[in-house]
């Protein structure tokens, strides 16, 4: 393990993978969260990017801000992709014809390309067990085509496709608790961050890579323009949706057949001192996408709806982990 | 090095199972596949293969076929050697990654055998899921028969990764006709197909760095492919795709001589068959044109100038090859196992309409859609169109341009 190494002093010091200049919007955090993610690469590292934001902004002809092999395919593959680049290496290693021991590989998806058209292809490379990271940064809808609504956009929240109207008040459903969901297919590591604890986020990245087998990391990305906060926003709604366990931060992996969770620190915090846990109104009111719970007048019955919500799923998180 | 013609084995083998075996000999780096509704023979004899160890090939069962044209895109540009097979809905499926994989120069190999698209869901044969791909950007080899199937699965790898092309091939059989029957198919010795082969080749990247690299994902020389191309970039990929497909059709030929070195079997861009005097030609795709043959020797016993084309490669389309062939012939009859609704004919016949239209003298050419969803086209089906072609060609105008082939009206 190469954990003692990853300290914030060194990797500052670690040039950067994704390099300046690219596209991504002022203030967007999933060109931090791609960039936290690069510095934690242990050595000779395939990328692959589903097509969104992140693919977008960062390739534009001529240009492109990767000093890493990377490879865009398209919107709802990005997992066989790069289970096809897995699998090629295997090949080419197997014959002589690889000159490197080993490379890491991984797959970059937004919310839309993972809980919805790429959801399928994901769990093809979870059953097949392929050894690769995938990293789905969650930016809650289809940031890139426009702000729609996906598998991954909370209870209430406006979209241009669920938008907040006289008598449906955003979107009717509930998020798809994608990360339990990949854990349940005896992935070989499944984890949540948030930008907002990047030597978190960052360890978690690593622990992936060395993993053998796929492993998940599901980070909380807040969009500035989807999500509609002020630009220098975006990092303290990625901790405030740790705070109000509205996004807990943890790990999970399989021992003796049984699925073992365990909170890392922020939320630990909160499982051992319930009182630190934030009311979700923190988190939402700043965010204009959800500016309709509270104006013209505040909708009771939906806040309280929301926090349930939150509590019954922090509730359950808190059992699987071996807390209550 | 010329190696001359290999002493070669006589096996009794399917259409699927003549591609499945090239695939093993040529022993690439992965193959990956799926089994929709209709699934094909050739990955199960692949995948046995695998299993016992005949092969170093990484097979990938993947969860759809979009997903099994998806992983080759990304072993293909891992720098690995790709092979998938499909047929129909699979085809269909993979649509979108087919655009992606030609414009991304990648030299993946599949073999699709030709089965009906729904509805009604069908799984005989017909051509409609490969000319729904005609477009894409794949190089298109219509085999006749399953000694054809195996000899240009081989061949089709050198195609693909020939450096003037840099395509993925589509290697096609007809379904049922071809991939179900078996036919006695000589093979050629492993170590020969593996020279034949060689190793893959890539584009070369020139400036990377200063430097000249493969265009491969390569930690040492980081490239990034499929990019964001907008209204300043994307055009010139596309100019550069037709130019590597005009390419392709001297290659094809080449590759075709060159395996007939080896093989005693060569192959080109078409196949003509007793055309030098006919007035009357057939043209088509396939495994009918082995019937047709039968046909054109019974007309000729009885004094009927006849000939037919065989067109192997449509896509790169044969245009300078036909024209000059078909330079002194009075009448075509075109033979379509495909519709293009609404269009003004099938496919074949669109293309052999416009090839002429340049000419000075222009042959009469009237358009047989047949065999859809696997209706029979027997010999008397076929004699019954050539002579109609005749027919056209003796007074002189084509009496019915288009008709329906075996046909309950």
Same mark, same amino acid.
């Given at each position: 393990?190469?954990?003692?190494?990853?300290?914030?002093?060194?990797?500052?010091?670690?040039?950067?993978?994704? +390099?300046?200049?690219?596209?991504?919007?002022?203030?967007?955090?999933?060109?931090?969260?791609?960039?936290?993610?690069?510095?934690?690469?242990?050595?000779?590292?395939?990328?692959?990017?589903?097509?969104?934001?992140?693919?977008?902004?960062?390739?534009?002809?001529?240009?492109? +801000?990767?000093?890493?092999?990377?490879?865009?395919?398209?919107?709802?593959?990005?997992?066989?992709?790069?289970?096809?680049?897995?699998?090629?290496?295997?090949?080419?290693?197997?014959?002589?014809?690889?000159?490197?021991?080993? !490379?890491?590989?991984?797959?970059?998806?937004?919310?839309?390309?993972?809980?919805?058209?790429?959801?399928? +292809?994901?769990?093809?490379?979870?059953?097949?067990?392929?050894?690769?990271?995938? !990293?789905?940064?969650?930016?809650?809808?289809?940031?890139?085509?426009?702000?729609?609504?996906?598998?991954?956009?909370?209870?209430?929240?406006?979209?241009?496709?669920?938008?907040?109207?006289?008598?449906?008040?955003?979107?009717?459903?509930?998020?798809?608790?994608?990360?339990?969901?990949?854990?349940?297919? @005896? +992935?070989?590591?499944?984890?949540?961050?948030?930008?907002?604890?990047?030597?978190?986020?960052?360890?978690?990245?690593?622990?992936?890579?060395?993993?053998?087998?796929?492993?998940?990391?599901?980070?909380?990305?807040?969009?500035?323009?989807?999500?509609?906060?002020?630009?220098?926003?975006?990092?303290?709604?990625?901790?405030?949706?740790?705070?109000?366990?509205?996004?807990?931060?943890?790990?999970?992996?399989?021992?003796?057949?049984?699925? !073992?969770?365990?909170?890392?620190?922020?939320?630990?915090?909160?499982?051992?001192?319930?009182?630190?846990?934030?009311?979700?109104?923190?988190?939402?009111?700043?965010?204009? @996408?959800?500016?309709?719970?509270?104006?013209?007048?505040?909708?009771?019955?939906?806040?309280? @709806?929301?926090?349930?919500?939150?509590? @019954?799923?922090?509730?359950?998180?808190?059992?699987?982990?071996?807390?209550? | 090095?010329?190696?001359?013609?290999?002493?070669?084995?006589?096996?009794?083998?399917?259409?699927?199972?003549?591609?499945?075996?090239? =695939?093993?000999?040529?022993?690439?780096?992965?193959?990956?596949?799926?089994?929709?509704?209709?699934?094909?023979?050739?990955?199960?004899?692949?995948?046995?293969?695998?299993?016992?160890?005949?092969? %170093?090939?990484?097979?990938?069962?993947?969860?759809?076929?979009?997903?099994?044209?998806?992983?080759?895109?990304?072993?293909?540009?891992?720098?690995?050697?790709?092979?998938?097979?499909?047929?129909?809905?699979?085809?269909?499926?993979?649509?979108?990654?087919?655009?992606?994989?030609?414009?991304?120069?990648?030299?993946?190999?599949?073999?699709?055998?030709?089965?009906?698209?729904?509805?009604?869901?069908?799984?005989?044969?017909?051509?409609?899921?490969?000319?729904?791909? *005609?477009?894409?950007?794949?190089?298109?080899?219509?085999?006749?028969?399953?000694?054809?199937?195996?000899?240009?699965?081989?061949?089709?790898?050198?195609?693909?990764?020939?450096?003037?092309?840099?395509?993925?091939?589509?290697?096609?059989?007809?379904?049922?006709?071809?991939?179900?029957?078996?036919?006695? =198919?000589?093979?050629?010795?492993?170590?020969?197909?593996?020279?034949?082969?060689?190793?893959?080749?890539?584009?070369?990247?020139?400036?990377?760095?200063?430097?000249?690299?493969?265009?491969?994902?390569?930690?040492?020389?980081?490239?990034?492919? $499929?990019?964001?191309?907008?209204?300043?970039?994307?055009?010139?990929?596309?100019?550069?795709?037709?130019?590597?497909?005009?390419?392709?059709?001297?290659?094809?030929?080449?590759?075709?001589?060159?395996?007939?070195?080896?093989? /005693?079997?060569?192959?080109?861009?078409?196949?003509?068959? *007793?055309?030098?005097?006919?007035?009357?030609?057939? &043209?088509?795709?396939?495994?009918?044109?082995?019937?047709?043959?039968?046909?054109?020797?019974?007309?000729?016993?009885? $004094?009927?100038? &006849?000939?037919?084309?065989? &067109?192997?490669?449509?896509?790169?389309?044969?245009?300078?090859?036909?024209?000059?062939?078909?330079?002194?012939?009075?009448?075509?009859?075109?033979?379509?196992?495909?519709?293009?609704?609404?269009?003004?004919? /099938?496919?074949?016949?669109?293309?052999?309409?416009?090839?002429?239209?340049?000419?000075?003298?222009?042959?009469?050419?009237?358009?047989?859609?047949? $065999?859809?969803?696997?209706?029979?086209?027997? &010999?008397?089906?076929?004699?019954?169109?050539?002579?109609?072609?005749?027919? %056209?060609?003796?007074?002189?105008?084509?009496?019915?341009?288009?008709?329906?082939?075996?046909?309950?009206?």
């Amino acid at each position: 393990m190469g954990e003692e190494k990853l300290t914030l002093k060194d990797l500052a010091a670690k040039p950067d993978l994704l +390099a300046p200049g690219h596209r991504m919007c002022a203030g967007c955090v999933s060109a931090s969260v791609a960039r936290m993610v690069m510095k934690a690469t242990r050595g000779p590292t395939i990328v692959a990017t589903a097509t969104g934001c992140l693919e977008v902004a960062t390739t534009i002809l001529p240009y492109t +801000a990767w000093r890493v092999p990377w490879i865009h395919n398209a919107f709802e593959n990005v997992a066989a992709t790069a289970s096809g680049i897995e699998s090629a290496l295997k090949a080419m290693k197997r014959r002589g014809a690889l000159k490197y021991e080993h !490379v890491d590989i991984i797959a970059f998806g937004g919310d839309g390309g993972t809980y919805d058209i790429g959801f399928q +292809a994901l769990s093809g490379i979870l059953e097949r067990g392929h050894d690769l990271l995938y !990293v789905l940064y969650d930016n809650e809808a289809y940031m890139n085509t426009g702000i729609q609504r996906s598998g991954g956009t909370p209870y209430c929240a406006w979209t241009t496709t669920s938008p907040a109207g006289k008598v449906i008040p955003g979107k009717p459903q509930w998020k798809k608790p994608i990360a339990h969901i990949v854990v349940e297919h @005896r +992935a070989a590591y499944v984890a949540t961050a948030s930008p907002a604890y990047p030597l978190d986020l960052i360890k978690k990245v690593r622990r992936g890579l060395e993993a053998e087998g796929p492993a998940f990391l599901h980070v909380i990305a807040p969009c500035t323009r989807g999500w509609r906060f002020p630009t220098n926003m975006g990092i303290k709604l990625a901790r405030l949706a740790v705070q109000t366990c509205l996004f807990p931060l943890w790990e999970a992996w399989w021992e003796d057949g049984h699925p !073992v969770y365990k909170l890392s620190g922020p939320s630990e915090a909160i499982a051992r001192r319930p009182e630190m846990k934030k009311p979700v109104e923190e988190y939402l009111k700043p965010q204009g @996408r959800f500016a309709h719970l509270f104006k013209p007048e505040r909708k009771e019955e939906l806040l309280r @709806r929301i926090q349930e919500g939150i509590d @019954r799923e922090w509730s359950l998180l808190l059992k699987r982990a071996g807390f209550a | 090095m010329e190696l001359g013609v290999a002493k070669q084995e006589v096996m009794g083998l399917t259409g699927d199972e003549a591609v499945a075996y090239a =695939v093993k000999q040529v022993d690439p780096d992965i193959v990956a596949a799926y089994p929709i509704t209709p699934q094909t023979i050739i990955v199960e004899r692949f995948s046995e293969y695998v299993a016992d160890g005949l092969v %170093n090939t990484e097979f990938v069962p993947v969860e759809s076929e979009h997903s099994a044209l998806s992983t080759c895109v990304g072993a293909a540009a891992a720098g690995a050697r790709a092979f998938t097979a499909t047929a129909s809905q699979g085809l269909a499926l993979m649509w979108e990654i087919l655009y992606i994989a030609a414009s991304m120069r990648l030299p993946i190999v599949m073999a699709v055998v030709n089965r009906a698209l729904s509805a009604p869901i069908n799984i005989h044969c017909d051509h409609s899921d490969t000319m729904g791909a *005609r477009d894409s950007g794949w190089i298109q080899l219509y085999c006749e028969n399953s000694q054809e199937a195996y000899d240009t699965t081989i061949q089709a790898w050198r195609i693909a990764e020939h450096p003037d092309v840099q395509l993925p091939v589509m290697v096609t059989l007809d379904g049922f006709v071809l991939s179900h029957t078996l036919e006695s =198919v000589r093979v050629l010795p492993d170590d020969v197909v593996k020279r034949f082969v060689g190793q893959r080749r890539y584009i070369r990247v020139v400036g990377h760095e200063y430097k000249e690299v493969p265009l491969v994902l390569d930690p040492e020389n980081p490239l990034t492919l $499929g990019a964001f191309g907008m209204y300043t970039h994307y055009f010139e990929y596309k100019r550069q795709q037709a130019e590597a497909m005009e390419k392709a059709k001297r290659v094809i030929e080449e590759v075709g001589r060159e395996y007939g070195g080896i093989s /005693g079997r060569t192959y080109g861009l078409i196949h003509p068959y *007793r055309l030098e005097d006919a007035e009357v030609a057939l &043209i088509g795709l396939g495994s009918t044109m082995g019937t047709a043959k039968i046909v054109v020797d019974r007309l000729r016993q009885e $004094g009927m100038k &006849i000939g037919l084309i065989r &067109i192997r490669s449509f896509r790169p389309f044969p245009r300078e090859e036909l024209l000059k062939s078909l330079s002194h012939v009075k009448a075509i009859g075109v033979l379509d196992r495909a519709m293009s609704f609404g269009a003004y004919g /099938g496919p074949l016949f669109m293309e052999m309409r416009s090839l002429f239209y340049d000419e000075e003298s222009r042959p009469l050419i009237s358009d047989y859609i047949y $065999g859809l969803g696997g209706r029979d086209m027997p &010999i008397k089906l076929l004699e019954d169109v050539a002579r109609d072609v005749k027919r %056209n060609a003796d007074r002189g105008r084509v009496a019915e341009p288009i008709r329906y082939v075996g046909l309950r009206e």
